[in-house]
């Protein structure tokens, strides 16, 4: 069985403060996805990764892809209230055609 | 990316009736998968449901406690059988497109049994 170690699991920080949500595993992914979800909302896709090594930015989100593709970090540059989320990684093997989520990591930034 | 919308939003029912929970995408996609998540908390696949054939459960779910429909490649149905309070959660369905194994997720169903 694929397990995703997420963490942390709650972070609470201040507008402008910097932060990072790591995701780990022991097992090798084809893949890795990011997703922020919202009270009362599906998952929204962030990011897609597929390329050990591989950085991607979107505006202030900055998401890697380790070398060995068994573990990915989420960078956030100066939060923003609206950064608030649940934050949930998710792996893909590619043979099972299936995602192996995290546990997720809950996000609040106070204005 | 494909669109999807799911019915009801949220539902209030009681113990021992049954929900049926409808997936609508707005683009033809072989699979689409089944997940439960309490508020919070991460998501556990309930079942895989591609078009023409049976859906597979993962463990710990049983077809006749969510039985699963798939007439075609842009629609499905869960249903949640003879509900008990434990049942109480979000309901989401997804649909695989794109690099990877990415998948969309539809808005949930936000289900609480009384």
């Known amino acids: 069985t694929q397990l995703l170690e997420q963490s942390p699991q709650f972070l609470s920080i201040q507008e402008g403060e910097n932060l990072t949500v790591y995701c780990n595993s022991s097992?090798?992914?084809?893949?890795l996805q990011w997703y922020r979800q919202e009270p009362g909302e599906g998952p929204v896709l962030l990011v897609t990764?597929?390329?050990?090594?591989e950085v991607k930015k979107l505006k202030r989100l900055t998401f890697q892809f380790g070398d060995a593709r068994k573990d990915s970090s989420l960078h956030i540059t100066a939060a923003q209230p609206g950064d608030t989320g649940l934050y949930l990684c998710?792996?893909?093997?590619?043979?099972?055609?299936?995602?192996?989520f995290g546990s997720g990591t809950q996000l609040t930034v106070l204005p | 990316s494909a669109v999807i919308s799911q019915k009801p939003s949220r539902d209030i029912c009681q113990r021992g009736t049954s929900l049926t929970i409808q997936c609508q995408v707005d683009s033809q996609v072989t699979m689409m998968f089944w997940y439960r998540q309490q508020p919070g908390q991460s998501l556990t696949l309930i079942a895989t449901?591609?078009?023409?054939?049976?859906?597979?459960?993962e463990s710990g779910f049983v077809i006749d406690k969510f039985p699963i429909s798939r007439p075609n490649l842009t629609f499905s149905t869960l249903t949640v059988s003879n509900m008990s309070p434990e049942d109480s959660s979000i309901y989401l369905c997804s649909v695989e497109q794109g690099i990877g194994d990415t998948q969309y997720f539809g808005p949930g169903t936000r289900l609480t049994v009384l």
């Open positions: 097992s090798v992914f084809s893949s």
């Open positions: 449901a591609n078009q023409g054939s049976e859906a597979t459960y």
């Open positions: 990764v597929v390329t050990g090594g």
């Open positions: 998710a792996g893909g093997t590619g043979s099972a055609r299936q995602l192996t």
